[in-house]
Each structure stands twice: as structure tokens, then as C-alpha cells.
């Protein structure tokens, strides 16, 4: 299915795997009373994070990530993956590892699970990192800089 | 041994089979989604709407909970704290996140996909963790 407008999106597939994302979450919040963000928890699992979380608990969520992404490619026998060079992933990696222990959270701690809790600070914080965003793609747009190859 | 292990590696899993069907280890669907005023691509948009549903309705049921399933007590982050850092190091993140459009989990997820362009990603991110971490340490 398509959306009138929008030849590229995959509203369908977009909604599944985010329920999919919601459900791991839930399973995270219910079954082991964490919360599933993913930034605080990879710096937990190298030692990077002073949190309650156990260290093994920590690297069994970092380690599900990608054999569950493992699970997806050999199902769909392939998966579409435009990556930006390595100086551009060295830049974006620095500054993604710093701004995400400074904001105490990303995508999945503030987007995911505080939104869904209605928490003000990640609110705020999920709209300062989208505008962000959007600002840094249009400003590297409007230079003539393609990221991707 | 459920709770420590089985519960974060199925919810790790999960999240990544979620994270691939979504399209979110494509960092040029993501940064469709952040060019927002050039050929916007919302599919971001229903990732991010799926996911806050599903939990919504998880967050209804948290408080009814004495307990996790698997495990002795909740431990949940507080809600008011806004302060500067949080602030400037969320504008930060969203400024590494359309560089390259990768956040963490997308970035990790990855490795099984492009592994060489992924695993230079997460040291940088690890490096930049470090890097807070010495600086505050210092502080």
C-alpha cells in the first residue's frame, strides 16, 4: 500500500514494525520493569553507565537488536541500506553517542517509551531532536551536500 | 535468570525485527523522514505513531502491577527534571541523527545489514559516550 502523495513511504510496514518496537518495549516495561532505551542501555552494557540495570541484561537486549534485524533480512531476502561515508559516520557517531548521554536518552527512551508516558522532559526533548533534524538535513540540502551515496 | 536475560533478549529482539521492518536500518528512509521541506518521506511518522500506541496502552497497565512479571520492582526514570543539558544534548543528538540518519538502536540493529559502514557508527557513538563520560568524571 501507498500513501496519495508519498510514492516512496510504506505506511504499512512502518506501522507493524513500530508495533513491533511498542510490543518490545511493553515486553521490557511489564516483564522486567526497565525501560527500553536503547542509548542508556548500550552504554550500560560497555561499562559506560552507572545504571541499576545488570550488565548481562544490558548486552542480552544489545545482542537481541540485531539478530532480530537477522530475522527480517532473511525473510524478506534483502533489505534496502544507503549508507552515509565513513567520515560522515564518524562525525554523526560522535556526536549521536554525546548528545544522547547529555539528553539522557534517544529515539526509543524519549520518542518511544516517555512520550507514551506522557513525560514532559522526553516530549521536549523528542521535539528538540526532531527539529534539530530537520533543520540539519535542510541546512546540508540547501549546501548541495548529498550524505548518502 | 527470565527476568535478567530471556525478557531483554526477546525485547532486544523484537525491537530489532521492528526496527528492520520499519525500515529504520535504511538511513535514507530516515533521513526521507527528516527532509521535511524537500521529498518528505513519512514513513518515520507511523513507526514512531505504532510504537507510542502499543506502549500507551503498556503504560495503562504498569501502575496496576505490584511488580514486573519477572522481576522485583520497577525501576523508571523521574518525569519533571528539564534541565540545559537535557536540552542541548537532545539538539545534539537530532543533529548527529540527520548527518547520517542513525540513531542508536537503527545503528546496532544494522551491524547484520552493512556491517562495516554500521560498526564504524557505533564506535563513534561509544567513543562520544566515553568522551561524556571522562568529561563529567573530570567535573
Redesign the interface.
Given at each position: 500500500m501507498t500513501l496519495p502523495g508519498f510514492p516512496d513511504a510504506a505506511p504499512l510496514a512502518g506501522l507493524a514494525g513500530g508495533v513491533l518496537i511498542g510490543l518490545a518495549a511493553a515486553i521490557m516495561l511489564l516483564g522486567a520493569g526497565r525501560i527500553a532505551g536503547v542509548s542508556g542501555i548500550a552504554a550500560r552494557a560497555v561499562g559506560l553507565s552507572e545504571s541499576s540495570l545488570p550488565r548481562i541484561s544490558a548486552w542480552a537486549f544489545v545482542t537481541g537488536l540485531p539478530i532480530g534485524a537477522f530475522i527480517v533480512l532473511l525473510a524478506m531476502g534483502g533489505l534496502p541500506a544507503n549508507f552515509a561515508s565513513p567520515v560522515l559516520l564518524i562525525i554523526a557517531g560522535l556526536i549521536v553517542g554525546i548528545g544522547t548521554r547529555l539528553g539522557s536518552g534517544c529515539t526509543s527512551g524519549h520518542g518511544v517509551c516517555g512520550m507514551s508516558r506522557f513525560s514532559q522532559r522526553s516530549i521536549i526533548a523528542t521535539l528538540t531532536f526532531m527539529v534539530t533534524g530537520f533543520v540539519t538535513v535542510a541546512l546540508m540540502n540547501a549546501m548541495g551536500f548529498e550524505a548518502l551515496r | 535468570m527470565i527476568?535478567?536475560?530471556?525478557?531483554?533478549?526477546?525485547?532486544?529482539?523484537?525491537?530489532?525485527?521492528?526496527?528492520?521492518?520499519?525500515?529504520?536500518?535504511?538511513?535514507?528512509?530516515v533521513?526521507?523522514f527528516?527532509?521535511?521541506?524537500?521529498?518528505?518521506?513519512?514513513?518515520?511518522?507511523?513507526?514512531?505513531?505504532?510504537?507510542?500506541?502499543?506502549?500507551?496502552?503498556?503504560?495503562r497497565?504498569?501502575p496496576r502491577?505490584a511488580?514486573?512479571?519477572?522481576?522485583?520492582?520497577?525501576?523508571?526514570?523521574g518525569?519533571?527534571?528539564?534541565t540545559p543539558?537535557?536540552?542541548?544534548?537532545?539538539?545534539?543528538?537530532?543533529?548527529?541523527?540527520?548527518?547520517?540518519?542513525?540513531?542508536?538502536?537503527p545503528?546496532?540493529?544494522?551491524?547484520?545489514?552493512?556491517p562495516a559502514?554500521?560498526a564504524?557508527?557505533?564506535?563513534?557513538?561509544?567513543?562520544?559516550?566515553?568522551?561524556?563520560?571522562i568529561i563529567e568524571g573530570a567535573v
Open positions: - | 527476568g535478567r536475560i530471556l525478557i531483554p533478549v526477546l525485547s532486544g529482539t523484537i525491537f530489532g525485527a521492528g526496527l528492520a521492518l520499519g525500515g529504520m536500518t535504511d538511513p535514507a528512509r533521513r526521507g527528516l527532509d521535511l521541506f524537500g521529498d518528505w518521506d513519512p514513513t518515520l511518522a507511523f513507526v514512531m505513531g505504532g510504537a507510542v500506541l502499543v506502549m500507551v496502552v503498556a503504560w497497565i504498569q502491577l511488580r514486573p512479571f519477572f522481576g522485583e520492582g520497577f525501576t523508571l526514570p518525569t519533571s527534571d528539564l543539558k537535557l536540552i542541548g544534548g537532545s539538539a545534539l543528538f537530532g543533529i548527529g541523527w540527520g548527518i547520517a540518519g542513525l540513531c542508536p538502536g545503528g546496532i540493529a544494522a551491524l547484520v545489514i552493512e559502514s554500521a564504524i557508527f557505533v564506535v563513534a557513538m561509544l567513543c562520544g559516550m566515553l568522551a561524556v563520560r
